[in-house]
């Protein structure tokens, strides 16, 4: 399976990475800290190999140590995962589930730096996801400047074309989806192609398209507004920094002009999550760096963007269910703010693979079987996954689609050259 290949293939080589980059810091951390920084950094690597080695040795599965606040929660889930199998057995790399174990991996990476102060705040793949963004610098450049020619016409835009751009705006963020870190194992996996140029020919690689239900809603939201209304607010629940972020704020910027939304909040990861996945720091960085460039259009970006989130239209939160190894159908139960947070939404985008896996609980579903029953009661709002298939796993589709896929390309599942943009309303009007 692919969840064998990643625990076998892809997880330890991130490890190795993440070790490598630790141990290039040295100096840096000398400078820093002294000699404590280097003990600091010889400790970090020593649990980081011990935790490579357990891996590679299916060991059990142990508790965290460290005081972040979501120790407590990250071991109840551990015991219950340990209660479930019996005394016989335990919690291990290679026989439990591919999701708990790979956000195990990722929460203990975080365990091995944060035990170690005083480099306890070092990101070990803030290097790589600042070396993507610069590889994807072509890419930015078309969606920033395109955004901001958008921009000069967008008043005396007629419904139709508002949605013609509200569409492209979208897929641009779908296709964004591709630039992971954590799908090539750390490796480069930047935005090389015109991302705009490509979107015809992209089409036929969309596999479920709820793109004119997503439209309706909003434009629905948008003619019912007066001002007695709440404000129209749409959630990004955000995947990757890099070309991916981008994309989603060249969105989330779409909708707030257009007043298609009143406010964004968005939601990214309180730790370094997946490679590549967003942290606030990673955002705050994205936004100082296109603020610096000599590109008009790049800074023009970077100042409006910031602006929206000084102005509080634009929200950006944390919350620690997102770095646990949950599925979204126990976040009423396990993380009710946040789950009574979304039910705010008038529509959430949730982005990427990752996102998911979460939202159907990965499961081995049947291929046809719904959305909405995939989604196991999470239903705090209309949602929308933008996502390229990186794991085995899709619902949705229609009768034979999956056996034609299979036929015509093996790999559809895993690729990353799949797409879905698929909807779901709880309460259809
Ligand atoms: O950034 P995304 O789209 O959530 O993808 C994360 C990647 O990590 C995985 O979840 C596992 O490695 C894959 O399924 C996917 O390739
Ligand atoms: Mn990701």
Request: glycine share 4%; net charge negative.
């Amino acid at each position: 399976s692919f969840a064998y290949l990643t625990v076998k293939d892809r997880l330890p080589t991130i490890l190795t990475k993440a070790v490598d980059t630790v141990h290039r810091h040295k100096k840096t951390f000398f400078e820093k800290y002294g000699q404590e920084g280097v003990e600091a950094e010889k400790r970090a690597i020593g649990l980081m190999s011990k935790l490579r080695n357990e891996l590679q040795t299916d060991k059990a599965v142990i508790p965290l140590t460290d005081e972040f606040p979501d120790a407590a929660q990250w071991n109840t889930y551990i015991e219950r995962q340990q209660a479930a199998l019996g005394p016989e057995e335990f919690p291990s790399w290679f026989k439990s589930s591919w999701l708990f174990m790979e956000c195990y991996m990722y929460r203990r990476i975080h365990e091995s730096i944060l035990l170690n102060p005083p480099i306890c705040d070092f990101d070990v793949f803030s290097e790589a996801k600042i070396q993507s963004f610069f590889s994807s610098q072509d890419a930015i450049l078309i969606v920033c400047t395109y955004l901001q020619e958008l921009q000069r016409k967008i008043e005396n835009f007629e419904e139709s074309q508002l949605k013609d751009e509200f569409m492209l705006l979208m897929q641009v963020a779908l296709w964004g989806n591709r630039c992971d870190l954590s799908i090539s194992g750390g490796q480069d996996n930047s935005q090389k192609n015109n991302p705009l140029a490509s979107l015809e020919s992209l089409k036929s690689f969309i596999l479920v398209d709820d793109s004119e239900r997503v439209w309706n809603l909003l434009v629905n939201n948008w003619k019912n507004k007066t001002s007695q209304t709440t404000p129209i607010r749409v959630d990004i629940v955000l995947d990757n920094s890099g070309f991916e972020l981008v994309t989603d704020l060249v969105l989330a910027y779409f909708l707030l002009s257009t007043q298609l939304a009143d406010e964004i909040h968005f939601h990214g990861k309180s730790m370094p999550w997946f490679v590549s996945d967003t942290t606030r720091r990673d955002l705050d960085w994205t936004l100082k760096n296109l603020q610096a460039s000599n590109h008009a259009s790049l800074s023009m970006c970077g100042n409006m963007w910031e602006q929206n989130l000084h102005k509080g239209v634009w929200v950006y939160h944390d919350h620690l269910f997102w770095t646990l190894p949950h599925e979204f159908s126990d976040m009423s139960q396990d993380a009710p703010d946040l789950y009574s947070e979304l039910h705010k939404s008038n529509l959430i985008f949730f982005k990427g693979d990752l996102n998911y896996r979460k939202l159907t609980g990965d499961r081995k579903w049947s291929h046809t079987i719904s959305f909405d029953t995939a989604l196991q009661g999470f239903h705090p709002a209309p949602l929308c996954s933008l996502r390229t298939l990186k794991a085995d796993i899709q619902v949705g589709l229609k009768p034979e689609q999956a056996e034609q896929l299979t036929l015509s390309d093996p790999q559809w599942l895993v690729s990353g050259n799949y797409a879905i943009i698929q909807f779901s309303d709880p309460n259809p009007k």
